[in-house]
């Protein structure tokens, strides 16, 4: 099985900073795709961003300019550097990973989530 431990999450001040990090573990194999997904409170879980294991990201349009996600392959860790936080941003935020324990076999895995609080 794989695991994915999420840590960073807390309070912040409108303007500020956060940073986000999920380390996957477990029996793992390989790992492609990784990323973030929210849900806020009354609503439907959304894509923040995402890496693939080549460094190709995409992000929400919500988010562009203001949260980077960035990897660190040999650790199975993925990161999520959110600046400029509103308190739109307010959320769950969800670590993901497309990973195999089996060779070509691979499937999909969530974290627990982090909740991130933007005061106005």
């Known amino acids: 099985q794989v695991q994915l431990v999420e840590s960073g999450g807390g309070l912040v001040q409108a303007g500020g900073s956060l940073r986000l990090s999920c380390a996957a573990s477990g029996s793992i194999f390989s790992v492609a795709d990784m990323g973030w997904y929210r849900q806020a409170p009354g609503k439907q879980r959304e894509l923040v961003a995402t890496?693939?294991?080549?460094?190709?990201?995409k992000s929400a349009d919500s988010v562009k300019g203001r949260f980077t996600i960035s990897t660190d392959n040999a650790k199975n860790t993925v990161y999520l550097q959110m600046d400029s936080l509103k308190p739109e941003d307010t959320a769950v935020y969800y670590c993901y990973a497309e990973a195999s324990t089996i060779p070509g076999i691979y499937g999909d895995y969530w974290g627990q989530g982090t909740q991130v609080t933007v005061s106005s």
């Open positions: 890496i693939t294991g080549s460094g190709r990201t």
